[in-house]
Antibody, heavy 124, light 107 residues
Framework: EVQLVESGGGLVQPGGSLRLSCAAS????????MDWVRQAPGKGLEWVAR??????????EYAASVKGRFTISRDDSKNSLYLQMNTLETEDTAVYYC???????????????WGQGTLVTVSS | DIQMTQSPSSLSASVGDRVTITCRAS??????LVWFQQKPGKAPKSLIY???TLQSGVPSRFSGSGSGTDFSLTISSLQPEDFASYYC?????????FGGGTKVEIK
């Protein structure tokens, strides 16, 4: 069974940093692109970042709202995905989900396997 | 960036009703579109990818159509477990963007 379990959320002051983790199991982690998606309280979904596989050089993509402040990374030996969040703003308050990407041909979409989410609250 | 506009933002319907949600892209995206369902307090669940392909295990009352800029998600006969929020998302290029969501409520 595919499982994704996020951790690392919590309360942080504006300007602070936080590192989220996502532990994957039940599938060959190294074979998949991985995404972070967030949802502010009572709001819609926002894609945050993507990391490709080793064969793609672990290249990354980011939403404009987080580019330069957030860094997505992965450790295939630990079946783990990370999101390093720096210079946090109150607008970054959200539940953060990790999700497994699914690729078909040259296109990759956010698939049906998501974690339960971890809440990040940025407040003084 | 490609903007995704969903309508309506909310709707009230009864069990057994046929419901259609639309999603419009600000530029052509072919069929690079997924639909998600989200229930309160839960992670989203993918229903349809490539605009019209049903994910494994998703009931056949759900269907998707469209290409280019105009897409729709139809629930042929609304069931009690279908009351939820629905989101479209394109994957034509980066950044991937979601529509604003449609909340389907009980009439």
């Amino acid at each position: 069974e595919v499982q994704l379990v996020e951790s690392g959320g919590g309360l942080v002051q504006p300007g602070g940093s936080l590192r989220l983790s996502c532990a994957a199991s039940g599938f060959t982690f190294s074979d998949h692109y991985m995404d972070w998606v967030r949802q502010a309280p009572g709001k819609g979904l926002e894609w945050v970042a993507r990391i490709r596989k080793k064969v793609n050089g672990y290249s990354t993509e980011y939403a404009a709202s987080v580019k330069g402040r957030f860094t997505i990374s992965r450790d295939d030996s630990k079946n783990s995905l990370y999101l390093q969040m720096n210079t946090l703003e109150t607008e970054d308050t959200a539940v953060y989900y990790c999700a497994r990407g699914v690729c078909s041909g040259d296109s990759c979409y956010v698939g049906s396997h998501w974690g339960q989410g971890t809440l990040v609250t940025v407040s003084s | 960036d490609i903007q995704m506009t969903q309508s309506p933002s909310s709707l009230s319907a009864s069990v057994g009703d046929r419901v259609t949600i639309t999603c419009r892209a600000s530029q052509g995206i072919g069929t690079y579109l997924v639909w998600f369902q989200q229930k309160p307090g839960k992670a989203p669940k993918s229903l349809i990818y490539a605009a019209s392909t049903l994910q494994s295990g998703v009931p056949s009352r759900f269907s998707g159509s469209g290409s280019g800029t105009d897409f729709s998600l139809t629930i042929s006969s609304l069931q009690p477990e279908d009351f939820a929020s629905y989101y479209c998302q394109h994957y034509k290029n980066y950044p991937l963007t979601f529509g604003g969501g449609t909340k389907v409520e009980i009439k």
